[in-house]
C-alpha cells in the first residue's frame, strides 16, 4: 500500500500585531495611591501620611487657634498654591513655605470649614498638588478625621 499524500497547507495569511495602546487617563480617581500610610499621633493631634521617617502630607490642629493645617514636604519652596482635589469638589488654599526639618509648605483652615468634610468624606481618596513637587494621592482614612474631630470638639 502506497503511502497517502498529505496536502499542503493553506498559504499563511499575515496578522498584523496590535498593541493596545497604554490607556490615557487624566480621571484623578483612576491614578494609583501615593505609597504610604496614615500614623495619628493624639497627644498633638497630629496625623501623618507617608512611609516611615517620610511624612509626605501632615495633618495638624491647632486647638487654642481652632485651625487646621496641612503641611506638603517640599524644601526650598516659595508661597505656592495648594490644590486639593475631592469627589465633592475642588479648593485652592494659598500655602506659605515653613523652615523644617522638615521643610514645608502650609495651608490652614478654620476647623469649622465644609471643605475638611469634603476630604474626609471624599470616595476613597483626595489628591494634593503643588507646583514644584509631586501630586500626592492619598487614601481617606479614618485617621484624617480624627484630627478634623479633635479640633471640632
Do not use: H, Q
Not at 494659598?94 to 509648605?105: C, K, S, W
Request: glycine fraction near 6%; charged fraction near 20%.
Amino acid at each position: 500500500m502506497a503511502p497517502k499524500e498529505v496536502p499542503a497547507p493553506p498559504p499563511s495569511i499575515p496578522v498584523p500585531v496590535v498593541t493596545p495602546a497604554a490607556p490615557k487617563t487624566t480621571d484623578w480617581r483612576d491614578i494609583p495611591l501615593t505609597p504610604g500610610d496614615w500614623r495619628y499621633d493624639p497627644a498633638g493631634s497630629v496625623a501623618r501620611f507617608g512611609t516611615p521617617g517620610a511624612a509626605a502630607f501632615v495633618v495638624r490642629c491647632d486647638r487654642a487657634a481652632r485651625t487646621v493645617s496641612f503641611a506638603r514636604a517640599a524644601a526650598g519652596a516659595a508661597p505656592a498654591t495648594m490644590a486639593v482635589t475631592t469627589s465633592a469638589g475642588n479648593r485652592a488654599l494659598a500655602a506659605v513655605p515653613v523652615a523644617g526639618p522638615p521643610a514645608a509648605l502650609v495651608a490652614t483652615v478654620p476647623a469649622n470649614d465644609g471643605f475638611l468634610d469634603r476630604m474626609a468624606f471624599s470616595r476613597g481618596r483626595f489628591v494634593i498638588a503643588v507646583t514644584a513637587t509631586p501630586r500626592l494621592v492619598i487614601p481617606v482614612w479614618p485617621e484624617f478625621a480624627r484630627v478634623i474631630e479633635d479640633c471640632r470638639g
